[in-house]
């Protein structure tokens, strides 16, 4: 992976530091700093934010009063923005300073030779073992805008943030550690005036469980700004005189955990992660409660230009299956919660309207399996027998043995009443009545079975007082892997919401954790059956001919594309970039970029499939619903996104 691509993800390379401190010593804590920074410059880092006070400690007690001390502290934040002269990094420290006869706790913004600015605390704690109003005034009591350092005049305030005058997704706030817990945080305020990028350098000391509680602030308020928020705490080398700090370091997006330090390490921690601001841009677009909140507090706005570091690696997560729970019992929970929701939708369905039955055609797949467990689960729902569902197997040309009998076997497992009507005999009469070939197997002769398929399906359903249960997933509507009017069609699509690799997890997860041993071994055995719709004639030995993911590219792709595209608006460089590395282990640039295109046009020619979608139950952030989240129209181009990934391609050559 080439730096160039990398690079164009748009990242900012963030790091929380707490260096080891000496409590009054701010010439060895200067030059632990800047050890730590030197050390996160060397990893890419292009924003620093090292803790609370950390120019002299936090726990100098009385001290911070004094002259000596207090000059010190200028001194080594002279020294600091000497060091930056040149260097990439905005870095963030904290230091106690004497203004108009007031002390104020100060984090100042230091980049490139300059202090750009200097942002005092509001809240101030003097609860239990904190009392900062003995030394400190709060910054909203401030009574100037600005300060001079030596023969400069710099920005003071609680009213700064920091944009970035070649980025106008990069707007920095910065807060002070009591401030993140007060019931208004001022990071709030920040964000709605565009701050994208909240630092808080901060001491908070550790107690017995406080570190669930400062995890949760921290990943909370992310979510409640739609911003990245960047947590630097002080360390275990202040004053252990009646309490212990843990050097808690933190890095969250939009209510998401990226980095996380060890705590109570006594050299010192360091964590760095890549924080996607445009992705929080669009995340707040999104969001009507954002955009529709004004913002009442006026800013001033210190525009600098920040550079960016030439990256090799990406220090953020990137899931291969984004739609898919990571981890063992955040995936069992999930997929609980998954079938509670369709199974809940489906049983309040059937209940209005009345319906005496479910009716479904079951293949031996994937969808038509979950489907069908959705099915039973409604009818336990509703008190309902499971003979109440009735499956349905329309074997075709391309019916194999293995997916008839499980079918059959599904259907008996799960109590259901089945049937058999076979189709052969009403398409080849249809191929007569429209003088279409046998042996031709162009798209009529697939669709010719699709189309056959619903309409046993809703001719039994009104036999039968029944809803049809559509079983197509998210990934084919996205794809347009589906026949319009056939299996695109239904009364109610249960999988409309569900992703193609969430499906088979979801069954996985069933068989492992829900089902008994005959139900167990089928659902494995579904599983583990090539992805086909079997309207290709089989093969010469009776297996499945017609493997789906042959011919558009393998679905955790797609599903990858599909979650970037839609979910996250990314641009087609992002999205190509983020693939190659999520999948760089399994498959090639060229492959990646070929899907890719298959995916693009597909989704683009397919629209009109989407338009005309029967009712669904949206299960997760994504769904493709004209009537939810996705409006789109039918004839759009996709030759913009085309010719990017066509420019890509070349210069991947």
Request: glycine share 8%.
């Amino acid at each position: 992976m080439t730096p160039t691509l990398i690079s164009s993800l748009g990242f900012r390379r963030v790091a929380a530091i707490a260096p080891p401190v000496r409590v009054a010593d701010v010439d060895a804590n200067v030059s632990a700093i800047l050890e730590f920074c030197t050390a996160a410059i060397e990893q890419g880092a292009e924003v620093i934010v090292a803790p609370e006070l950390c120019l002299t400690g936090y726990t100098t007690g009385d001290l911070v009063r004094f002259p000596d001390l207090l000059t010190a502290a200028r001194s080594g934040l002279d020294r600091v923005r000497q060091w930056s002269t040149g260097k990439i990094p905005l870095i963030v420290v904290g230091l106690p300073m004497e203004i108009g006869g007031r002390l104020y706790n100060v984090a100042a913004v230091v980049h490139d030779a300059h202090v750009r600015a200097l942002i005092p605390k509001t809240y101030l704690p003097s609860t239990n073992e904190y009392y900062e109003h003995r030394w400190y005034t709060s910054g909203a009591d401030a009574d100037r805008e600005t300060v001079m350092l030596g023969h400069t005049e710099v920005p003071f305030g609680t009213d700064l943030l920091i944009g970035d005058a070649q980025d106008p997704t990069c707007m920095i706030g910065v807060e002070i550690c009591e401030d993140l817990w007060a019931v208004e945080p001022p990071s709030g305020k920040q964000a709605l005036a565009g701050a994208t990028l909240i630092l808080n350098p901060s001491a908070s000391n550790e107690l017995v469980g406080k570190a669930v509680y400062r995890r949760s602030l921290v990943t909370g308020q992310s979510a409640r700004t739609i911003s990245s928020y960047v947590y630097a705490s002080a360390g275990p080398t202040e004053s252990t005189t009646d309490t212990v700090f843990s050097g808690h370091c933190l890095v969250a997006e939009n209510g998401h955990l990226l980095a996380e330090s060890d705590r109570l390490a006594l050299h010192g921690s360091l964590i760095l992660a890549d924080v996607d601001l445009a992705r929080c841009v669009t995340d707040r677009l999104h969001t009507n409660s954002f955009t529709g909140t004004k913002s009442t507090a006026p800013f001033r706005v210190i525009e600098i230009g920040l550079q960016r570091s030439v990256k090799t690696d990406v220090r953020a997560p990137i899931s291969p299956l984004p739609f898919v729970p990571q981890g063992e019992r955040d995936r069992a929970e999930r997929c609980q919660e998954i079938l509670a929701l369709q199974a809940t939708a489906l049983a309040t369905r059937l209940r209005h309207t009345g319906s005496q039955r479910l009716v479904l055609g079951v293949s031996g797949g994937l969808d038509s399996t979950l489907a069908l467990l959705v099915c039973q689960q409604a009818c336990d729902i509703l008190g309902l027998p499971h003979t109440a569902i009735l499956g349905i197997s329309m074997p075709g040309f391309g019916t194999t043995d293995r997916t008839r009998a499980n079918a059959d076997a599904l259907m008996q497992a799960v109590g259901a009443e089945s049937r058999t009507i076979s189709i052969i005999d009403a398409v080849r009469q249809h191929f007569l009545d429209i003088g279409h070939a046998e042996d031709d197997h162009s798209v009529v002769f697939e669709n010719a079975q699709a189309r056959e398929r619903t309409q046993i399906l809703m001719d039994v359903a009104n036999g039968v007082q029944g809803l049809v249960i559509g079983t197509g997933d998210m990934s084919e509507l996205a794809l347009g892997w589906c026949t319009y009017n056939a299996d695109h069609m239904s009364m109610y699509a249960v999988n409309s919401g569900i992703p193609k690799t969430l499906v088979r997890h979801l069954i996985t997860w069933f068989a492992d954790e829900a089902a008994d041993g005959s139900l167990r071994a089928v659902l494995h055995d579904i599983v583990d059956t090539p992805i086909s719709p079997e309207l290709l004639p089989k093969g010469a030995g009776g297996e499945i001919a017609q493997r789906t993911e042959d011919v558009l590219g393998p679905y955790d792709v797609h599903d990858f594309f599909l979650f970037h595209f839609v979910r996250m608006e990314r641009s087609v460089r992002s999205i190509t970039t983020l693939a190659m590395l999520a999948f760089r282990d399994r498959y090639t640039p060229a492959q990646i970029i070929a899907w890719f295109e298959v995916f693009l046009r597909r989704f683009f020619m397919h629209q009109f499939k989407r338009s005309a979608l029967p009712d669904g139950v949206k299960i997760g952030s994504v769904v493709l619903s004209p009537r939810a989240d996705w409006r789109m129209p039918s004839d759009a181009h996709a030759s913009a996104w085309l010719a990017e990934l066509d420019a890509i391609r070349r210069e991947i050559a």
